[in-house]
């Protein structure tokens, strides 16, 4: 399995912007399709998006639909969440995800093979 760790979380006002960061260890990063959950308080872990292998197909949630803009750098085995535009629904603890399969699984939490140890974001109004 690949070793995920996260940075990058944070106490921002609505409006404001964050950007996460996913190094990745342990196995071919490239051979990952590689995605964002979150998880807000009290409710189940959802999917935010999503970045095929090579990165040139992303998937998103709408409710972060223009907001949100998931990158990743194959060679620095790398995954960053650009946030903008916060809101303080966007208030949870944010998980990177590392897929095998098709790029549909990572928007499946039980189709996700690896996780990191989550970092949280909260959005004050």
């Known amino acids: 399995q690949v070793q995920l760790v996260e940075s990058g979380g944070g106490l921002v006002q609505a409006g404001g912007s964050l950007r996460l960061s996913c190094a990745a260890s342990?196995?071919?990063?490239?051979?990952?399709?590689m995605g964002w959950f979150r998880q807000p308080p009290g409710k189940e872990r959802e999917f935010v998006e999503a970045?095929?292998?090579?990165?040139?197909?992303?998937y998103y949630a709408d409710s972060v639909k223009g907001r949100f803009t998931i990158s990743r750098d194959n060679a620095k085995n790398t995954v960053d969440l650009q946030m903008n535009s916060l809101k303080p629904e966007d208030t949870a603890v944010y998980y990177c995800?590392?897929?095998?399969?098709?790029?549909?699984?990572?928007?499946?939490?039980?189709?996700?093979?690896?996780w990191g140890q989550g970092t949280q974001v909260t959005v004050s109004s």
């Open positions: 995800a590392a897929c095998r399969g098709p790029p549909v699984f990572c928007t499946l939490p039980t189709k996700v093979d690896s």
């Open positions: 342990g196995r071919t990063f490239s051979n990952y399709v």
């Open positions: 970045i095929t292998w090579s990165g040139g197909t992303t």
